[in-house]
Protein backbone atom coordinates (compact mmCIF):
# COMPACT_ATOMS: atom_id res chain seq x y z
CA UNK A 1 0.00 0.00 0.00
CA UNK A 2 1.57 3.06 -1.35
CA UNK A 3 1.62 5.96 1.30
CA UNK A 4 1.76 9.56 0.59
CA UNK A 5 3.98 10.57 -2.59
CA UNK A 6 5.70 13.92 -3.35
CA UNK A 7 7.44 15.07 -6.83
CA UNK A 8 10.14 16.40 -7.30
CA UNK A 9 12.13 15.74 -4.46
CA UNK A 10 14.44 18.58 -5.14
CA UNK A 11 13.67 21.87 -7.19
CA UNK A 12 15.49 24.84 -7.37
CA UNK A 13 14.39 28.08 -9.16
CA UNK A 14 15.40 31.73 -9.22
CA UNK A 15 13.05 35.11 -8.02
CA UNK A 16 9.84 35.37 -10.18
CA UNK A 17 9.39 32.00 -11.73
CA UNK A 18 6.84 30.26 -10.78
CA UNK A 19 6.79 26.65 -9.49
CA UNK A 20 3.98 23.84 -9.34
CA UNK A 21 4.75 20.53 -6.36
CA UNK A 22 2.80 17.33 -6.86
CA UNK A 23 1.05 15.47 -4.58
CA UNK A 24 -0.43 11.95 -4.52
CA UNK A 25 -2.46 10.77 -1.81
CA UNK A 26 -2.69 7.63 0.46
CA UNK A 27 -4.47 5.46 -1.30
CA UNK A 28 -8.24 5.61 -0.44
CA UNK A 29 -7.68 8.81 1.06
CA UNK A 30 -9.47 12.10 -0.47
CA UNK A 31 -8.94 14.82 1.27
CA UNK A 32 -5.10 16.91 1.00
CA UNK A 33 -3.30 19.13 2.95
CA UNK A 34 -0.27 21.42 2.33
CA UNK A 35 2.29 22.61 4.99
CA UNK A 36 4.85 24.81 4.32
CA UNK A 37 8.42 24.12 6.70
CA UNK A 38 11.13 26.56 7.17
CA UNK A 39 14.61 25.73 7.63
CA UNK A 40 14.69 25.12 11.75
CA UNK A 41 10.93 25.88 11.87
CA UNK A 42 7.92 23.73 12.32
CA UNK A 43 5.50 23.19 9.58
CA UNK A 44 2.73 25.63 8.76
CA UNK A 45 -0.59 25.16 6.85
CA UNK A 46 -1.44 26.51 3.43
CA UNK A 47 -4.54 25.15 2.69
CA UNK A 48 -7.02 22.08 2.70
CA UNK A 49 -8.55 20.18 -0.26
CA UNK A 50 -11.07 18.32 -0.11
CA UNK A 51 -13.65 17.22 -3.04
CA UNK A 52 -11.68 19.42 -5.53
CA UNK A 53 -12.42 22.47 -3.47
CA UNK A 54 -10.21 24.55 -0.91
CA UNK A 55 -11.55 24.62 1.86
CA UNK A 56 -9.74 25.75 4.50
CA UNK A 57 -6.71 28.39 4.37
CA UNK A 58 -3.79 29.32 6.60
CA UNK A 59 -2.21 32.52 6.53
CA UNK A 60 -0.42 32.88 3.06
CA UNK A 61 -0.70 34.79 -0.20
CA UNK A 62 -2.69 34.80 -3.11
CA UNK A 63 0.47 33.56 -4.91
CA UNK A 64 0.00 30.36 -3.45
CA UNK A 65 -2.37 28.54 -5.27
CA UNK A 66 -3.56 24.81 -5.44
CA UNK A 67 -5.60 22.58 -7.22
CA UNK A 68 -7.25 18.77 -6.41
CA UNK A 69 -8.05 16.01 -9.37
CA UNK A 70 -10.91 13.91 -9.56
CA UNK A 71 -8.36 10.76 -8.95
CA UNK A 72 -7.61 13.11 -5.31
CA UNK A 73 -3.48 13.89 -6.20
CA UNK A 74 -3.50 17.80 -5.73
CA UNK A 75 -0.70 20.17 -6.92
CA UNK A 76 0.74 23.15 -4.90
CA UNK A 77 1.22 26.05 -7.52
CA UNK A 78 3.73 29.36 -6.35
CA UNK A 79 4.09 32.27 -8.15
CA UNK A 80 6.21 35.46 -8.82
CA UNK A 81 8.95 33.27 -6.21
CA UNK A 82 10.43 34.92 -3.66
CA UNK A 83 13.74 33.75 -1.30
CA UNK A 84 11.16 33.39 1.89
CA UNK A 85 9.60 30.46 -0.28
CA UNK A 86 12.38 28.27 0.52
CA UNK A 87 11.17 25.87 2.47
CA UNK A 88 10.09 21.94 2.25
CA UNK A 89 6.94 21.84 1.47
CA UNK A 90 4.90 18.94 2.62
CA UNK A 91 1.69 17.30 1.76
CA UNK A 92 -0.31 14.89 4.04
CA UNK A 93 -3.56 12.80 3.02
CA UNK A 94 -6.35 11.49 5.32
CA UNK A 95 -10.15 9.91 4.85
CA UNK A 96 -12.91 12.07 5.44
CA UNK A 97 -14.99 9.60 7.11
CA UNK A 98 -18.81 10.72 8.73
CA UNK A 99 -18.67 10.23 12.51
CA UNK A 100 -14.85 10.19 13.22
CA UNK A 101 -14.23 12.57 15.85
CA UNK A 102 -10.57 12.97 13.86
CA UNK A 103 -9.28 12.20 10.30
CA UNK A 104 -5.81 11.47 10.85
CA UNK A 105 -3.19 12.64 8.52
CA UNK A 106 -0.32 10.76 6.65
CA UNK A 107 2.60 13.22 5.40
CA UNK A 108 4.86 12.63 2.13
CA UNK A 109 8.80 12.84 2.28
CA UNK A 110 8.09 16.68 0.97
CA UNK A 111 9.64 18.37 -1.62
CA UNK A 112 12.86 20.79 -0.75
CA UNK A 113 12.33 23.74 -2.92
CA UNK A 114 15.17 26.48 -3.16
CA UNK A 115 14.86 29.90 -4.19
CA UNK A 116 17.74 31.64 -5.30
CA UNK B 1 -5.63 31.79 17.20
CA UNK B 2 -3.93 28.48 18.78
CA UNK B 3 -0.56 28.30 19.33
CA UNK B 4 1.91 25.82 20.28
CA UNK B 5 5.07 26.28 22.33
CA UNK B 6 8.02 23.79 22.97
CA UNK B 7 10.09 24.97 25.49
CA UNK B 8 13.29 23.01 24.58
CA UNK B 9 14.70 24.28 20.84
CA UNK B 10 17.61 20.94 21.83
CA UNK B 11 17.83 18.10 24.28
CA UNK B 12 21.01 16.37 24.34
CA UNK B 13 20.96 12.86 26.68
CA UNK B 14 23.01 9.85 26.94
CA UNK B 15 21.46 6.68 25.80
CA UNK B 16 19.27 4.96 28.21
CA UNK B 17 18.44 8.13 30.21
CA UNK B 18 14.85 8.87 30.50
CA UNK B 19 13.62 12.17 28.37
CA UNK B 20 11.13 14.74 28.59
CA UNK B 21 10.25 17.59 25.76
CA UNK B 22 8.04 20.19 27.12
CA UNK B 23 5.06 21.29 24.82
CA UNK B 24 2.45 23.93 25.93
CA UNK B 25 -0.59 25.05 24.49
CA UNK B 26 -2.56 28.10 23.91
CA UNK B 27 -6.01 27.84 25.61
CA UNK B 28 -9.05 26.54 23.53
CA UNK B 29 -12.58 25.38 24.42
CA UNK B 30 -11.44 21.48 23.59
CA UNK B 31 -8.25 20.79 21.42
CA UNK B 32 -6.81 17.46 20.22
CA UNK B 33 -2.85 17.13 20.53
CA UNK B 34 -0.10 15.43 18.78
CA UNK B 35 3.44 14.43 18.93
CA UNK B 36 5.15 13.75 15.31
CA UNK B 37 8.68 12.52 15.15
CA UNK B 38 10.85 13.83 12.43
CA UNK B 39 13.94 11.92 10.88
CA UNK B 40 16.35 13.41 8.79
CA UNK B 41 15.04 14.17 4.80
CA UNK B 42 11.81 12.35 5.95
CA UNK B 43 8.26 13.85 6.51
CA UNK B 44 6.07 13.76 9.41
CA UNK B 45 5.80 10.30 11.23
CA UNK B 46 2.33 10.41 13.98
CA UNK B 47 4.14 9.02 17.44
CA UNK B 48 0.72 9.52 19.39
CA UNK B 49 -2.53 11.52 20.14
CA UNK B 50 -4.73 12.85 22.46
CA UNK B 51 -8.36 13.26 21.15
CA UNK B 52 -10.80 12.68 24.26
CA UNK B 53 -10.14 10.10 27.59
CA UNK B 54 -7.31 8.92 29.57
CA UNK B 55 -4.80 11.79 29.81
CA UNK B 56 -1.91 9.42 29.64
CA UNK B 57 -1.71 8.36 26.00
CA UNK B 58 0.48 5.66 24.95
CA UNK B 59 2.58 5.60 21.37
CA UNK B 60 5.12 4.19 18.91
CA UNK B 61 8.56 3.34 20.21
CA UNK B 62 7.91 3.34 23.81
CA UNK B 63 6.95 7.30 24.04
CA UNK B 64 4.00 8.63 25.96
CA UNK B 65 2.06 11.99 26.99
CA UNK B 66 0.69 12.85 29.31
CA UNK B 67 -2.54 15.50 28.60
CA UNK B 68 -3.15 18.64 31.71
CA UNK B 69 -5.40 20.73 30.42
CA UNK B 70 -5.15 23.02 33.85
CA UNK B 71 -1.61 23.46 32.71
CA UNK B 72 -2.67 23.60 29.18
CA UNK B 73 0.69 20.89 28.78
CA UNK B 74 1.68 18.09 26.84
CA UNK B 75 4.76 17.23 26.95
CA UNK B 76 6.22 13.57 25.40
CA UNK B 77 8.39 11.10 27.39
CA UNK B 78 10.42 7.83 27.43
CA UNK B 79 12.17 6.07 30.34
CA UNK B 80 15.14 5.41 27.99
CA UNK B 81 16.46 6.68 24.68
CA UNK B 82 18.32 4.73 22.34
CA UNK B 83 20.55 5.95 19.45
CA UNK B 84 17.46 6.00 16.56
CA UNK B 85 15.70 8.41 18.62
CA UNK B 86 17.67 10.76 17.68
CA UNK B 87 15.36 13.22 15.34
CA UNK B 88 13.13 16.29 15.28
CA UNK B 89 10.05 16.09 17.73
CA UNK B 90 6.96 18.37 17.00
CA UNK B 91 4.01 19.27 19.34
CA UNK B 92 1.04 19.77 16.89
CA UNK B 93 -2.96 21.32 18.60
CA UNK B 94 -5.87 20.74 16.22
CA UNK B 95 -8.48 23.29 17.43
CA UNK B 96 -11.77 21.36 17.23
CA UNK B 97 -13.54 24.62 16.82
CA UNK B 98 -11.73 25.04 12.87
CA UNK B 99 -14.77 22.82 12.02
CA UNK B 100 -12.92 19.28 12.63
CA UNK B 101 -11.02 19.73 9.30
CA UNK B 102 -8.16 18.79 10.92
CA UNK B 103 -5.86 21.86 10.63
CA UNK B 104 -3.16 21.51 12.34
CA UNK B 105 -0.73 23.73 14.42
CA UNK B 106 2.87 22.84 15.04
CA UNK B 107 5.31 24.21 17.63
CA UNK B 108 8.93 25.05 16.01
CA UNK B 109 10.27 21.62 16.86
CA UNK B 110 12.83 20.07 19.55
CA UNK B 111 15.55 18.45 18.20
CA UNK B 112 16.72 15.39 21.00
CA UNK B 113 19.99 14.09 20.24
CA UNK B 114 21.04 10.87 21.93
CA UNK B 115 24.59 10.18 23.10
CA UNK B 116 26.75 6.79 23.38
Known amino acids: DAGVTQSPTHLIKTRGQQVTLRCSPKSGHDTVSWYQQALGQGPQFIFQ???????QRGNFPDRFSGHQFPNYSSELNVNALLLGDSALYLC???????????????FGPGTRLTVL | AQSVTQLDSQVPVFEEAPVELRCNYSSSVSVYLFWYVQYPNQGLQLLLK??????LVKGINGFEAEFNKSQTSFHLRKPSVHISDTAEYFC??????????????FGAGTRLAVHP
Open chain 1, 92 to 106: ASSLEASGAIYNEQF
Open chain 2, 92 to 105: AVSDKASGGYNKLI
Open chain 1, 49 to 55: YYEEEER
Open chain 2, 50 to 55: YLSGST
